[in-house]
């Protein structure tokens, strides 16, 4: 195998690529990333044994070929590349492969291509074609209310659900809930409905404006989801399991209903948060035409900052975690956000102030008192 | 505290004496008399309390029962029943706290009294004593100093039934010539250290300044012994000992090589130590292991959850996860599972769950 290829290119891919490679398996080769170059092109792929990438990489292939090298390593190579273009080829005696860049050397021994497992092929059948845009859109509303560890794996799911015109998306990992629903431009032909792990959809976030690609192809198999931007195609085994029935836990009603300016707000979470530390929540408390907002933090110190919000009716003072209030500020698309709340122990409602198709539930900590 | 300065403290210790095997013979009057050791019987257990007529053996608490046995070959052996000692244990509490205002119970049978506020604190303990022994026909030991060292010091000094009063001086005067190891809180390897170093009592660690002792031990130890040595201790008497961290270990007959057993204890541990803490309705965030080697090197692991563990497979996958990663090199001795950042199920700081159900 040789191939030529642009430096930039090749950087840009190894980065996703390198997030996918593990070297937490029991099988080496898995840290590794194939690179298969062919007749027809060259491909570079990474998997975890659940989710699998594949990319189309642009260059010249002089002699066609496939090994299995360390993606970490090609990653901090190619980074540090003193030349624009770089070359790999396989030295099939000293079973190694020689990177050139500039007039910098390199020979990487090749780890054992054959334990690196086939990826699915995207069948050609059964796909939905979604705007890549409105996918991408839709997902950053979403995907960080998803739980960041693997203990309930559902919940570290984003479900999506695609049908006629609506693309809905909703994650929680039972402190907060976003749901996210919008509306397409062209009604889908087909539909689809697949839990696809949140770190599957963060990686579709970041191929999409990469590949320029302006529509994505969503294909779902038995127990596989394969995603096709561009010429990229990224697949996830599917979680088993049935997405929790969330509807019926976001209030109907609330007690209070106020607008409150989302940049005012935004930075006063953002400034008392900072004594918000070891886990301490951050205190809100509501009376005639007011908002306190504060925090404190055992031998740290406290914070307090008031805004006047049109709050009329009993006082009383609601505790968050700072960085679930302030994930869902960030998500609000609006220069106001409708609080609704109703008591110190229900669950608060970040929506915005026209419909959006865009909720965000929060559960609160107790405060004492 | 005003203009008359620090007030008078006047602080109580109070001891159960032999405490488990106390409340065995309560329960078998038979072995009234006799040595009687509480111990689970294994080759690596050891002993938790002896009856003095074991004692006059040379047996003492925390050795292994091995040497217990050569030392009083007569001995009885009982195996410990926990929760017969935790029921007694409420009981004598019960009336120590029915008596005095301010306690601080360490352990279940120990606990200082803040009796500063007293008019006749001498004679309050004394009623107590009779009151325990009248109520419990448990002996206890009554110590009573001007702080939490000298009142402990003071109620191990006449055991069994003990009852007296020292005032730091009185502790300076038996004690001087005694190893430091004696004052609570200073180890065996702070004792041997100051024994190499020609400090080998009380009375030479006092000749001892300040500034050298910081020198040897850092600048919170070496001014604490300097105090510690002069028999003072301006620890408060803390009512509510609110307990940060709960752990269950297992010290294995025959250590454990094989990963799936190591895995299983840990697991069976995990367990256990879920539904101790489920019962008190409590929670924590961190997760801990302890492992230690055939070679007794000691190694403790942990990981802190952004909130708290409300599973206990959650728990044993974590320790068993953090056991993997450190991949013991040789057999196992004893294995310990540890969660910290201890809260209330169901209090202040508690984040508040979505009733989500996952199939």
Same mark, same amino acid.
Not at chain 1, 90 to 95: M, V
Not at chain 2, 116 to 124: C, D, E
Not at chain 2, 170 to 190: E, M, Y
């Given at each position: 195998?040789?191939?030529?290829?642009?430096?930039?290119?090749?950087?840009?891919?190894?980065?996703?690529?390198?997030?996918?490679?593990?070297?937490?398996?029991?099988?080496?080769?898995?840290?590794?990333?194939?690179?298969?170059?062919?007749?027809?092109?060259?491909?570079?792929?990474?998997?975890?044994?659940?989710?699998?990438?594949?990319?189309?990489?642009?260059?010249?292939?002089?002699?066609?070929?496939?090994?299995?090298?360390?993606?970490?390593?090609?990653?901090?190579?190619?980074?540090?590349?003193?030349?624009?273009?770089?070359?790999?080829?396989?030295?099939?005696?000293?079973?190694?492969?020689?990177?050139?860049?500039?007039?910098?050397?390199?020979?990487?021994?090749?780890?054992?291509?054959?334990?690196?497992?086939?990826?699915?092929?995207?069948?050609?059948?059964?796909?939905?074609?979604?705007?890549?845009?409105?996918?991408?859109?839709?997902?950053?509303?979403?995907?960080?209310?998803?739980?960041?560890?693997?203990?309930?794996?559902?919940?570290?799911?984003?479900?999506?659900?695609?049908?006629?015109?609506?693309?809905?998306?909703?994650?929680? /990992?039972?402190?907060?809930?976003?749901?996210?629903?919008?509306?397409?431009?062209?009604?889908?032909?087909?539909?689809?409905?697949?839990?696809?792990?949140?770190?599957?959809?963060?990686?579709?976030?970041?191929?999409?404006?990469?590949?320029?690609?302006?529509?994505?192809?969503?294909?779902?198999?038995?127990?596989?989801?394969?995603?096709?931007?561009?010429?990229?195609?990224?697949?996830?085994?599917?979680?088993?399991?049935?997405?929790?029935?969330?509807?019926?836990?976001?209030?109907?009603?609330?007690?209070?209903?106020?607008?409150?300016?989302?940049?005012?707000?935004?930075?006063?979470?953002?400034?008392?948060?900072?004594?918000?530390?070891?886990?301490?929540?951050?205190?809100?408390?509501?009376?005639?035409?007011?908002?306190?907002?504060?925090?404190?933090?055992?031998?740290?110190?406290?914070?307090?900052?008031?805004?006047?919000?049109?709050?009329?009716?009993?006082?009383?003072?609601?505790?968050?975690?700072?960085?679930?209030?302030?994930?869902?500020?960030?998500?609000?698309?609006? /220069?106001?956000?409708?609080?609704?709340?109703?008591?110190?122990?229900?669950?608060?409602?970040?929506?915005?102030? /026209?419909?959006?198709?865009?909720?965000?539930?929060?559960?609160?900590?107790?405060?004492?008192? | 505290?005003?203009?008359?300065?620090?007030?008078?403290?006047?602080?109580?210790?109070? *001891?159960?004496?032999?405490?488990?095997?106390?409340?065995?013979?309560?329960?078998?009057?038979?072995?009234?008399?006799?040595?009687?050791? =509480?111990?689970?019987?294994?080759?690596?257990?050891?002993?938790?309390?002896?009856?003095?007529?074991?004692?006059?053996?040379?047996?003492?608490?925390?050795?292994?029962?091995?040497?217990?046995?050569?030392?009083?070959?007569?001995?009885?052996?009982?195996?410990? *029943?926990?929760?017969?000692?935790?029921?007694?244990?409420? !009981?004598?509490? !019960?009336?120590?706290?029915?008596?005095?205002?301010?306690?601080?119970?360490?352990?279940?049978?120990?606990?200082?009294?803040?009796?500063?506020?007293?008019?006749?604190?001498?004679?309050?303990?004394?009623?107590?004593?009779?009151?325990?022994?009248?109520?419990?026909?448990?002996? =206890?030991?009554?110590?009573? +100093?001007?702080?939490?060292?000298?009142?402990?010091?003071?109620?191990?000094?006449?055991?069994?039934?003990?009852?007296?009063?020292?005032?730091?001086?009185?502790?300076?005067?038996?004690?001087?010539?005694?190893?430091?190891?004696?004052?609570?809180?200073?180890?065996?390897?702070?004792?041997?250290?100051?024994?190499?170093?020609?400090?080998?009592?009380?009375?030479?660690?006092?000749?001892?300044?300040?500034?050298?002792?910081?020198?040897?031990?850092?600048?919170?130890?070496?001014?604490?012994?300097?105090?510690?040595?002069?028999?003072?201790?301006?620890?408060?008497?803390?009512?509510?000992?609110?307990?940060?961290?709960?752990?269950?270990?297992?010290?294995?007959?025959?250590?454990?090589?094989?990963?799936?057993?190591?895995?299983?204890?840990?697991?069976?541990?995990?367990?256990?130590?879920?539904?101790?803490?489920?019962?008190? +309705?409590?929670?924590?965030?961190? =997760?801990?292991?302890?492992?230690?080697?055939? *070679?007794?090197?000691?190694?403790?692991?942990?990981?802190?959850?952004?909130?708290?563990?409300?599973?206990?497979?959650?728990?044993?996958?974590?320790?068993?996860?953090?056991?993997?990663?450190?991949?013991?090199?040789?057999?196992?001795?004893?294995?310990?599972?540890?969660?910290?950042?201890?809260?209330?199920?169901? !209090?202040?700081?508690?984040?508040?769950?979505?009733?989500?159900?996952?199939?």
């Amino acid at each position: 195998m040789k191939l030529h290829t642009a430096a930039q290119d090749l950087l840009g891919h190894l980065q996703s690529l390198s997030r996918i490679a593990s070297g937490r398996l029991a099988n080496p080769t898995l840290s590794g990333v194939q690179i298969a170059a062919t007749g027809d092109g060259i491909e570079l792929r990474a998997t975890d044994l659940q989710v699998g990438l594949r990319i189309k990489l642009e260059g010249d292939v002089e002699r066609p070929g496939t090994v299995v090298l360390p993606a970490r390593l090609l990653l901090d190579i190619t980074r540090q590349a003193p030349g624009p273009r770089v070359t790999l080829e396989l030295r099939t005696e000293e079973q190694d492969v020689e990177v050139t860049a500039g007039s910098a050397v390199f020979h990487l021994r090749t780890l054992r291509g054959e334990d690196f497992p086939p990826l699915p092929e995207p069948s050609g059948a059964a796909g939905v074609d979604v705007s890549a845009a409105a996918f991408v859109a839709t997902t950053a509303k979403v995907v960080r209310s998803a739980a960041k560890d693997d203990t309930r794996p559902l919940l570290a799911c984003v479900l999506v659900r695609a049908e006629g015109e609506v693309l809905t998306m909703v994650a929680t /990992d039972s402190y907060r809930l976003s749901e996210k629903k919008t509306t397409l431009e062209s009604p889908l032909e087909g539909s689809f409905e697949a839990n696809v792990p949140a770190r599957v959809m963060q990686e579709l976030e970041r191929l999409v404006p990469a590949s320029g690609a302006e529509s994505l192809t969503v294909a779902r198999g038995e127990n596989q989801v394969l995603f096709t931007v561009g010429e990229h195609v990224l697949s996830s085994r599917l979680v088993d399991g049935t997405f929790p029935q969330y509807r019926s836990l976001i209030p109907e009603t609330f007690d209070h209903e106020l607008r409150v300016s989302t940049s005012e707000l935004r930075e006063v979470v953002s400034r008392v948060s900072l004594l918000a530390q070891k886990a301490a929540a951050l205190s809100l408390a509501f009376s005639e035409g007011e908002l306190v907002v504060s925090a404190q933090t055992q031998d740290v110190g406290e914070a307090r900052e008031a805004l006047p919000v049109p709050f009329h009716g009993e006082a009383f003072a609601i505790g968050f975690n700072p960085e679930y209030l302030r994930d869902g500020l960030d998500t609000i698309d609006g /220069d106001e956000v409708l609080l609704r709340l109703t008591s110190p122990i229900r669950p608060g409602l970040l929506q915005t102030t /026209d419909d959006q198709g865009f909720l965000y539930l929060i559960m609160p900590i107790r405060l004492n008192s | 505290m005003g203009s008359e300065g620090t007030p008078v403290r006047c602080i109580g210790h109070l *001891d159960c004496d032999a405490f488990f095997a106390s409340v065995e013979l309560l329960r078998r009057p038979e072995l009234r008399g006799k040595a009687v050791i =509480v111990a689970h019987d294994g080759p690596r257990s050891v002993v938790t309390t002896a009856t003095y007529e074991a004692r006059k053996f040379g047996v003492g608490s925390a050795m292994p029962l091995a040497t217990a046995k050569n030392r009083c070959p007569q001995a009885i052996i009982v195996p410990p *029943d926990l929760d017969a000692y935790r029921e007694a244990s409420a !009981g004598v509490m !019960g009336i120590v706290r029915d008596e005095v205002e301010i306690v601080e119970q360490v352990s279940v049978d120990e606990a200082y009294m803040d009796l500063s506020a007293m008019a006749m604190p001498k004679s309050a303990m004394r009623r107590l004593q009779a009151r325990i022994l009248r109520e419990t026909e448990l002996h =206890v030991s009554l110590g009573i +100093g001007p702080n939490k060292l000298v009142a402990k010091l003071a109620s191990d000094a006449e055991k069994p039934r003990g009852f007296c009063v020292l005032s730091r001086k009185d502790a300076w005067l038996r004690w001087a010539d005694a190893s430091p190891g004696i004052l609570g809180g200073i180890g065996p390897k702070t004792t041997d250290d100051l024994a190499r170093r020609g400090v080998a009592t009380i009375r030479a660690l006092s000749k001892v300044d300040e500034a050298t002792l910081s020198d040897w031990y850092g600048p919170r130890t070496g001014p604490w012994l300097w105090r510690r040595c002069r028999f003072d201790d301006d620890a408060p008497v803390e009512p509510v000992r609110e307990p940060v961290s709960e752990s269950r270990e297992t010290t294995f007959s025959v250590d454990l090589s094989d990963a799936e057993e190591q895995e299983a204890e840990l697991r069976r541990l995990s367990i256990k130590l879920f539904e101790a803490l489920e019962k008190q +309705g409590r929670r924590g965030r961190t =997760v801990g292991i302890k492992v230690r080697l055939r *070679d007794f090197t000691t190694v403790t692991r942990s990981r802190t959850f952004p909130v708290p563990v409300v599973d206990e497979e959650v728990l044993a996958d974590a320790a068993i996860g953090m056991l993997r990663e450190y991949a013991p090199a040789l057999p196992v001795r004893l294995l310990g599972v540890r969660m910290a950042s201890l809260e209330l199920e169901d !209090g202040p700081g508690v984040q508040l769950v979505l009733p989500l159900s996952t199939g």
